[in-house]
């Protein structure tokens, strides 16, 4: 496990402090579960950025679908780099 310093607001902080306190754990284990919680929410989700669209706007019936021979977002974006 990785020891690491966070600045966070007392209002936070101390809104984490009360609950665990309500929940007879630590402070510090809500802290990490929160963040596991982000990790696979926002980051871990897979959701591929082609399912998300911007909000007001319906999805083109045009739009590429994903098949077998398209390639994958990032394989294009990094197409580069790997070169």
Known sequence: MKT???????????????????MDRPTSELIREAMEEYRNSRIKSGISVRDIHPLGLEPRSDAPTGGEQERDLLDEMLHDLRA
């Open 4 to 22: 690491i310093t966070v600045n966070v607001s007392e209002p936070v902080y101390a809104d984490f402090r009360e609950h665990a306190k309500k």
